[in-house]
């Protein structure tokens, strides 16, 4: 029993002075990724501000460089509407509707799926 135990006690000091002298690997060095500019101000992230006015109806304005893209209001009774800049120039149809003096565009939805 004592010659098995030498036996393994002495392969086991050959392997850790073997694991000693041979030299390590190398370690590749892994290439940086490239950077990502970071956003310069929170306006230019898209935004979503969720209110409740007084009466009940939720109002969501979505928001994206700092400017309302779309309102919807959700009525404390009936169907959402939606509100949008359809032209993209930084004003709501309907302010363009009510300071030309005519009809005030409103978007409804009509089916879900």
């Known amino acids: 029993m004592s010659i098995i135990l030498s036996a393994l006690l002495a392969l086991a000091t050959q392997d850790a002075a073997a694991a000693e002298k041979a030299p390590a690997p190398a370690a590749k060095e892994a290439p940086l990724p490239e950077k990502i500019p970071a956003k310069t101000r929170d306006e230019d992230v898209p935004s979503v501000k969720i209110r409740t006015s007084s009466n009940g109806d939720i109002v969501e304005e979505y928001r994206e460089g700092g400017q309302v893209r779309m309102v919807k ?37 009509i089916a879900t799926w």
């Open 73 to 109: 209001v959700t009525p404390k009774r009936g169907k959402a509407y939606y509100i949008m800049d359809n032209n993209g120039d930084g004003r709501l149809d309907r302010a363009d509707a009510e300071a030309a003096g005519g009809v005030v565009p409103v978007s409804w939805v």
